[in-house]
């Protein structure tokens, strides 16, 4: 009898999240593939990613025998759904990185779009509920599986202990008791009135995404059918997304693994640290990019075993796609010189949410335009601001303000200016990876070691020109790539889920 694949259930909402589930999946299809091959030439787990949670047999072939009576030591197939929020739905915030990052369409979309944090959050958590509760409705059942499957409620310290030690990913992987969805008997009663059968389940005609609605139909019923659970929920960063569905697991006793975990700025005026906070104290696997990171963890209390150091699954999509951003032809489009120009970006409530400080941006992007072309592809909650507050731009021929880019422009304008400013936290990694000189305009990082190793500096509006004079008479790279941002996060991830995947 195969082994019961481990099931993940990945969640991205936000632009950022979305570099960071593609190395992620495309990690998974690379250990199926592999397993498919060790299993022999019969079976076939390639293909389109939902289908490997189709008949097993399909997936693994014979397991192979040891002594032990543990009759597989090959690590189990990795299932997994991929969930969208709709957080971000734009073609210029979400299309364009599925396209680009080479992501499969999301099996389900939330479709919940904007609002304020509080209604943004609590759309997410009730409509992720029942999709969180069938995620794998369509699985074969534990019956078939061989010792059955990977615990829901199993301790994470057996799942995180590295791959070194073959009796923990034995336990991790293929022999840990039916615990998995022995769930505590208060979770089991779900409301009757919402128990309606499988059978309902219909797809979205008009496109790949099963519709929301579908999964609606016969939410509670999986914790009868508890084979409809995933082993781990898989978060990503840190948006409004990656706390609420969090959330909605944590209370549901499904463990959680937070990627990018245990950053802080010690700030709590931004919406991000309470999803860190939050995220972070809820979840079972910390998944973190720094050492920074897990000293902050531990400064919380955290132990030990569920903080793990992958790295920094960024700079996987990085190295991926360095050729097709190498490739681009943004630097042409917009007529700029490579080490000649300033990539801007700039979203954050703090910068841009206020008329004072929006209109000292505007005046200061002016100014450094007039000194070295700039180009800023437009966010849309600047350009929202710009419009409420009546501010315009007074036309400055160097000053390029253009719509949100794709991925592969905005790698290609990191790796080509002279200078990086922002106030995201990918673009501060993405300029440390390229040594590319880059101030944060905030007063605080989540990312010190993008400061430390690297070429960041945190800056204010009032000293920008003196920034500018500074870094102009530095060399054009800058810092070091810190320890682990090699590119090969995604694996260490699969890893730490199930020792010896990867
Ligand atoms: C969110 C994240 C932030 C991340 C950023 C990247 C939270 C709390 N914030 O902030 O951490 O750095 O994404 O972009 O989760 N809008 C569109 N199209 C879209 C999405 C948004 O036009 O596809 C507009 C809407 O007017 C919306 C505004 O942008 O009100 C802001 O979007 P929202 O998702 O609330 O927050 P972001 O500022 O994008």
């Not at 569905?245 to 919406?271: N, Q």
Request: with cysteine; glycine share 6%.
């Amino acid at each position: 009898m195969p082994p019961r694949p481990l099931r993940l259930l990945v969640v991205a909402g936000a632009r950022p999240n979305f570099m960071k589930v593609a190395p992620l999946i495309h990690a998974i299809q690379r250990h199926n593939a592999r397993q498919s091959v060790v299993s022999g030439p019969s079976s076939s787990v390639v293909g389109p990613p939902s289908s490997v949670v189709g008949p097993l047999s399909s997936v693994v072939g014979p397991p192979s025998s040891d002594n032990s009576g543990l009759s597989s030591v090959v690590p189990p197939p990795i299932a997994y759904r991929l969930v969208h929020t709709g957080q971000h739905y734009d073609e210029k915030m979400s299309e364009v990185f599925f396209r680009e990052l080479g992501i499969p369409a999301p099996d389900v979309n939330l479709e919940v779009g904007s609002g304020s944090h509080a209604v943004q959050t609590a759309n997410i958590m009730l409509k992720f509920e029942p999709v969180l509760l069938n995620a794998f409705q369509d699985a074969p059942s534990d019956s078939a599986f061989q010792n059955v499957s990977v615990s829901a409620f199993d301790s994470p310290s057996s799942v995180v202990s590295g791959p070194s030690s073959d009796a923990t990913s034995l336990s991790a992987c293929q022999n840990v008791s039916v615990s998995a969805f022995a769930s505590p008997s208060s979770v089991v009663s779900g409301p009757s009135s919402v128990l309606r059968p499988p059978s309902s389940v219909v797809s979205d005609p008009s496109s790949d995404t099963t519709s929301l609605s579908a999964f609606q139909h016969f939410s509670f019923s999986a914790f009868e059918k508890k084979s409809s659970l995933p082993d781990w929920l898989v978060v990503v960063g840190d948006v409004n997304s990656t706390m609420a569905c969090t959330l909605v697991a944590a209370k549901l006793g499904i463990k959680v693994a937070h990627v990018e975990a245990g950053l802080r700025s010690f700030d709590r005026t931004m919406p991000e640290e309470i999803n860190r906070l939050v995220t972070d104290s809820l979840a079972d696997l910390l998944l973190t990019p720094s050492s920074d990171a897990d000293e902050n963890l531990r400064r919380e209390g955290v132990p030990d075993h569920k903080i793990k150091c992958v790295g920094n699954i960024m700079i996987d999509s990085l190295v991926t796609n360095l050729p097709k951003a190498r490739a681009s032809t943004i630097l042409q489009q917009l007529d700029l010189q490579p080490q000649n120009f300033v990539y801007v970006t700039l979203h954050r409530p703090s910068n841009v949410d206020h008329r004072e400080s929006l209109e000292v941006i505007v005046k200061e992007l002016e100014n450094l335009a007039a000194r070295l072309p700039v180009v800023l592809p437009i966010h849309p909650r600047t350009r929202k601001m710009l419009h409420d507050f009546g501010l315009s731009w007074s036309g400055v021929p160097g000053l390029k303000v253009v719509e949100p880019i794709g991925y592969h422009d905005s790698l290609c304008l990191t790796e080509n200016a002279r200078l990086v400013l922002t106030d995201s936290g990918g673009l501060q990694e993405e300029s440390t990876y390229f040594r590319t000189p880059c101030l944060t305009l905030r007063p605080n990082t989540e990312r010190p070691i993008t400061v430390s190793a690297g070429s960041n500096r945190l800056a204010t509006l009032s000293r920008l020109g003196t920034d500018l004079d500074h870094i102009l008479s530095q060399p054009g790279r800058l810092g070091s790539i810190p320890p682990l941002w090699d590119g090969h996060t995604a694996r260490r991830i699969l890893e730490a889920l199930c020792p010896k995947a990867g």
